[in-house]
T-cell receptor
């Protein structure tokens, strides 16, 4: 039982490149979330999903897209990376009414 | 809209001293409050949930609805408590979909 697993753990991109971050969970979580963590800003919600095939915008969705084609996977995409998207990205999952379980994070640097 | 404020970015104490990490919130309904801890370069872990009324690793937190606070306390800090601490709020109701609102975080350093 791995819990919530994020891939990759580190990545360096050039401005304008695209990439996809993968979040996989084996806890059968109904809800899944993507956050970014920046110094002094706490964690801010980018997008979330309340079930397979559904996604919704969070607090800071611009520049990101997500998909949840399978219940266990939640993908975060950057179509054209910008330096302002340099951050640590965390994925989390939860059941209704229960606390969120987090992945280890992905450190993304955009040059 | 709800908001969570952690007024201290940094907090330093010596081993064995009491520690209090402050958390204030604004929300018109009945929220659920959490404390999450993040040890150096690790994932966030749930530390406390106010409805559980537990003491985890010697930490306690009491929800004070009058003062809209949920401060985290420990009577005798240990070096291994050094970490980033986040206070988080969950809105009541089904439409919240479990979304948490986080404070800015407090970095606690416990000196030997």
């Amino acid at each position: 039982n791995a819990g919530v697993t994020q891939t990759p753990k580190f990545r360096v991109l050039k401005t304008g490149q695209s990439m996809t971050l993968l979040c996989a969970q084996d806890m059968n979580h109904e809800y899944m979330y993507w956050y970014r963590q920046d110094p002094g800003m706490g964690l801010r919600l980018i997008h979330y999903s309340v079930g397979e095939g559904t996604t919704a915008k969070g607090e800071v969705p611009d520049g990101y897209n997500v998909s949840r084609l399978k219940k266990q996977n939640f993908l975060l995409g950057l179509e054209s990376a910008a330096p302002s998207q340099t951050s640590v990205y965390f994925c989390a999952g939860s059941f209704r009414g229960q606390p969120q379980h987090f992945g280890d994070g992905t450190r993304l640097s955009i040059l | 809209a709800q908001r969570v404020t952690q007024p201290e970015k940094l907090l330093s104490v010596f081993k064995g001293a009491p520690v209090e990490l402050k958390c204030n919130y604004s929300y018109s309904g009945s929220p659920e409050l959490f404390w999450y801890v993040q040890y150096s370069r690790q994932r966030l872990q749930l530390l406390l949930r106010h409805i559980s009324r537990e003491s985890i690793k010697g930490f306690t937190a009491d929800l004070n609805k009058g003062e809209t606070s949920f401060h985290l306390k420990k009577p005798f800090a240990q070096e291994e408590d050094s970490a980033m601490y986040y206070c988080a709020l969950l809105r009541a109701g089904g439409t919240s979909y479990g979304k948490l609102t986080f404070g800015q975080g407090t970095i606690l350093t416990v000196h030997p």
